[in-house]
Antibody
C-alpha cells in the first residue's frame, strides 16, 4: 500500500529555517517524480517544487532560491529545506507522488496528510 | 509561468443537478490538464487526468473535456458527497493549480 507521511512542521520565526520530511512506503521515491504542494489557511493549492527520478529539480518562483527539494534513497524519504521563511510561507505542506503517463503527461496520484508550517514572530 | 483561471469561484447547486466548471490556461497546455477534489481538512484527491481520463474508483458522473487552453469538468447528477472544492492543474510547464471552485449546497 502506498503511503506518504509528512513531518517537520511547526512554528518558526520569520527569517528562520525548517526542514520537512516525507517518508514514503509502498514504492520507491528514487524511481518516481515527487513533489511538494502547499495550501495557505483558507486558500487554494499552490505547487512548490518537484524532483524527477533523474534528479532534476524545479521550483515555483515564490520559493526559488529559498527552498530546496531533495531525497534520501536509502531512507525512501523526500525533503524540503526551507530557508529565509516569510509569513506568506505559512501553509499546510503536502508531499505527493507524481505519476507519469503516456505522452509525458503526469499528475499527483498519492498525497500525504500534510504538515502545518506557521511563520510568525 | 502558466496561469490557470477557474470559473466560477463558487456555485450553489442541488442534488441531481448537472454542474460545469471551466478552467482556462494562459497559454496552450495541450492535454496536460488534471482535476482534483478536496474536502475540508483532507488532502486533494485525483478525479481526472490528461483532460478526460477517469481515475480508478472515481464515479462515472465525473467527466472532463477540452484541449489547448479551455477545459471543462462536468458532474452529471450531483451527489451529496460531491460538495467540495475542485481544482484544475496543468503539468505542461512546471505545475500550476487553478484557484479552485467551491461547490456548495443550494
Amino acid at each position: 500500500e502506498v503511503q506518504l507521511v509528512e513531518t517537520g512542521g511547526g512554528l518558526i520565526q520569520p527569517g528562520g529555517s525548517l526542514r520537512l520530511s516525507c517518508a514514503a512506503s509502498g514504492f520507491s521515491v528514487s524511481s518516481n517524480y515527487m513533489s511538494w504542494v502547499r495550501q495557505a489557511p483558507g486558500k487554494g493549492l499552490e505547487w512548490v517544487s518537484v524532483i524527477y527520478s533523474a534528479g532534476n529539480t524545479y521550483y515555483a518562483d515564490s520559493v526559488k532560491g529559498r527552498f530546496t527539494i531533495s531525497r534520501d534513497n536509502s531512507r525512501n524519504t523526500l525533503y524540503l529545506q526551507m530557508n529565509s521563511l516569510r509569513a506568506e510561507d505559512t501553509a499546510v505542506y503536502y508531499c505527493a507522488r507524481v505519476l507519469v503517463v503516456a505522452g509525458n503527461s503526469d499528475y499527483f496520484d498519492y498525497w500525504g496528510q500534510g504538515t502545518l508550517v506557521t511563520v510568525s514572530s | 509561468d502558466i496561469q490557470m483561471t477557474q470559473s466560477p469561484s463558487s456555485l450553489s447547486a442541488s442534488v441531481g443537478d448537472r454542474v460545469t466548471i471551466t478552467c482556462r490556461a494562459s497559454q496552450s497546455i495541450s492535454s496536460y490538464l488534471n482535476w482534483y477534489q478536496q474536502k475540508p481538512g483532507k488532502a486533494p484527491k485525483l478525479l481526472i487526468y490528461a483532460v478526460s481520463s477517469l481515475q480508478s474508483g472515481v464515479p462515472s458522473r465525473f467527466s472532463g473535456s477540452g484541449s489547448g487552453t479551455d477545459f471543462t469538468l462536468t458532474i452529471s447528477g450531483l451527489q451529496p458527497e460531491d460538495f467540495a472544492t475542485y481544482y484544475c492543474q496543468q503539468s505542461h510547464t512546471k505545475r500550476t493549480f487553478g484557484q479552485g471552485t467551491k461547490v456548495e449546497i443550494k
